[in-house]
């Protein structure tokens, strides 16, 4: 999405793959068309309202997956899925639920990419910044890296960049600024030191991912014609 000023327009915000290829708001659209070279480049006026209101109605329709669905940030949608595991069972497992998803979402005409994990924080990180990631790709049978197994959180994300945490822009610039680009590297610096230097939001977004701390959630309610 851009605004326009004075004859200049700047991105407003992008999709997680823009994001993975350095468009950021603020940036003339110019240099965001730069980066994202020859691959398509949809741009629309940005509307805030908009954006909430039809991630609303996704949230909605995606309570046929889980109990609970949930809008994340300006592109995504959260569904918790915690105590489905018999329902889940007799249908393809977590692996069967994403593939649903995809059929629905990519028919359509959306391209997304899924991830399951034991927190929001890390199925938001993993879904969008693992290894490889462009969209939604079932696994045919092998071993689905679209789901971290219980217990594996923090050896999965330890390797991906900073910004998989969901940190304020301006916390990941000054993170870089110190050549801490990875899980792995802000997780070794002091814990009680971090508040004062990046402000007291990134030790609660890090106890987020752990679990210590509970990711809030604002269900969707699907409404009744």
Not at 12 to 41: H, S, T, W, Y
Not at 172 to 177: A, F, G, I, K, P
Not at 206 to 215: F, S
Request: with cysteine; hydrophobic share 40%.
């Amino acid at each position: 999405m851009f605004q326009e000023r004075r004859g200049t327009r700047t991105v407003k915000d992008c999709c997680f793959q823009g994001r993975r290829l350095g468009v950021r708001a603020g940036m003339v659209v110019a240099e965001a068309r730069a980066l994202v070279g020859e691959r398509p480049l949809l741009l629309a006026r940005g509307s805030a309202r908009r954006v909430v209101a039809a991630l609303k109605r996704l949230a909605e329709r995606s309570l046929r997956f889980a109990p609970t669905a949930s809008i994340d940030g300006s592109d995504g949608i959260i569904l918790d899925i915690r105590g489905c595991e018999r329902w889940l069972a007799g249908r393809g497992g977590e692996t069967g639920l994403l593939d649903r998803i995809g059929r629905v979402f990519q028919g359509a005409g959306f391209e997304i990419s899924t991830a399951i994990a034991d927190t929001p924080v890390v199925a938001r990180g993993w879904c969008r910044h693992r290894p490889g990631v462009e969209s939604l790709d079932p696994m045919g049978g092998r071993n689905d890296d679209r789901v971290l197994p219980v217990g594996v959180t923090m050896s999965a994300i330890d390797p991906l960049p900073v910004e998989c945490l969901g940190l304020d822009d301006q916390v990941v610039e000054r993170l870089r600024e110190v050549r801490v680009r990875r899980v792995a590297e802000l997780r070794r610096l002091p814990r009680m030191a971090l508040p004062s230097r990046y402000g007291p939001s990134i030790l609660h977004r890090l106890d987020q991912v752990t679990g210590r701390v509970a990711t809030s959630m604002v269900p969707a309610v699907a409404e009744h014609k």
